[in-house]
């Protein structure tokens, strides 16, 4: 059966696992402001982050590989006048941003200037992220250090990246550390080996896929805190019609058969799909706070009125079940 349970307002904050910082609810995931997938304004950016905090939002999530550092920066900007004790600040390691060379890798992130990013989860490469990931964000620290993506490095997140975190946190240079992936079992193993505050999960924990269930029941064993994204599998789950993308690639027809008859399960009820998909994440009794992606200020909106549906809990349960 599915874990879903009522939670209090998501403007409450709540721990980041056993010992982590506190954050909210709903949390900002800023790729899009970093160009993914179209170009966005720098004016557009900071409305986006300004709408963000102007609805409650304290927990923003980067990373180097958005835009290529441009998330980064335009996120750094818009948070630069906001007092630094009343949000927190996630980024990640294990990408490094190099000169581009002439046979740069493809990317999902439009208007990258010349920089690209490379795999290194050495220790002096983490060192180098985190240093100038403060650069770019215009901050003197990060809350939250995440190793991100070691799908194919799993050996040396284990041996370096973990070892070079954890004593960044001993030394109070950061205040959690954790991975954040598109895959469950993985960070099931990180949970299991490593001393971690949380894990992040993109996409594996969702109306459309529960591969993840197992996972956020351990670290709600384990006191891990738990951060979701992509819990509208990258918009399909918010309108199958207009946001035809699962996992940043076409949705198959089966998965937008799916899709579109959950829509019309939750809108029998009176319930909007992308309310119903929210809030199933956000109602896991092992999750902390769920991201969502935005690139304008009516995103934001939408994403806070998602939050805020009234959704009965046992009518959540019912449909999601039947799926």
């Known amino acids: 059966m599915d874990d879903v349970t009522e939670r209090a307002d998501w403007r409450t904050p709540r721990p980041l696992g056993r010992r982590g910082p506190l954050v909210t609810g709903l949390g900002l995931g800023t790729a899009p402001i970093g160009n993914m997938f179209t170009d966005v304004t ?31 920066r335009r996120l750094g900007r818009a948070l630069f006048n906001r007092p ?30 010349n920089l690209e990013p490379h795999f290194d989860y050495s220790r002096v490469a983490l060192y180098r992220s985190i240093e100038e990931s403060l650069l770019r964000l215009d901050t003197d620290h990060v809350d939250v250090a995440l190793v991100h993506d070691p799908d194919l490095h799993e050996d ?38 490593v001393d971690l505050d949380c894990i992040l999960l993109a996409g594996r924990y969702s109306l459309l896929d529960r591969g993840g269930a197992g996972l956020l029941a351990r670290c709600q064993e384990r006191g891990v805190g738990v951060i979701l994204g992509g819990v509208f599998n990258t ?3 918010i309108d199958p019609d207009v946001h035809g993308t699962y996992d940043y690639a076409p949705a198959p027809d ?6 579109r008859r959950l829509r019309a399960a939750y809108e029998a009820r009176g319930v909007a799909l992308g309310a119903a998909a929210l809030q ?3 109602r896991h009794p092992a999750v902390s706070t769920v991201l969502v992606g935005a690139r304008s200020p009516a995103e934001i909106a939408l994403d806070v009125e998602f939050a805020a549906a009234p959704i009965d809990d046992g009518a959540l349960r019912e449909i999601a079940q039947t799926e």
């Open 280 to 282: 199933f994440a956000m």
């Open 84 to 113: 630094r004790d009343e949000y927190v600040l996630a980024t990640k390691v294990g990408r490094v941003l190099d000169p581009a060379g002439p046979d740069r890798a493809p990317t999902i992130f439009t208007d990258v200037g």
């Open 235 to 237: 918009g399909v789950l």
């Open 156 to 193: 040396d997140a284990l041996a370096h990246a973990f070892p070079t975190l954890i004593r960044l946190r001993d030394e109070g240079l950061v205040k959690a550390i954790g991975a954040g992936m598109n895959q469950h079992q993985m960070l099931e193993r990180f949970v299991e080996r």
């Open 42 to 72: 720098d004016a557009d950016a900071w409305a986006t982050v300004d709408a963000a905090w102007e609805a409650g939002i304290r927990y923003f999530d980067t990373a180097p590989l958005y835009g290529h550092g441009a998330s980064e």
């Open 254 to 259: 089966a998965v937008l058969a799916r899709a």
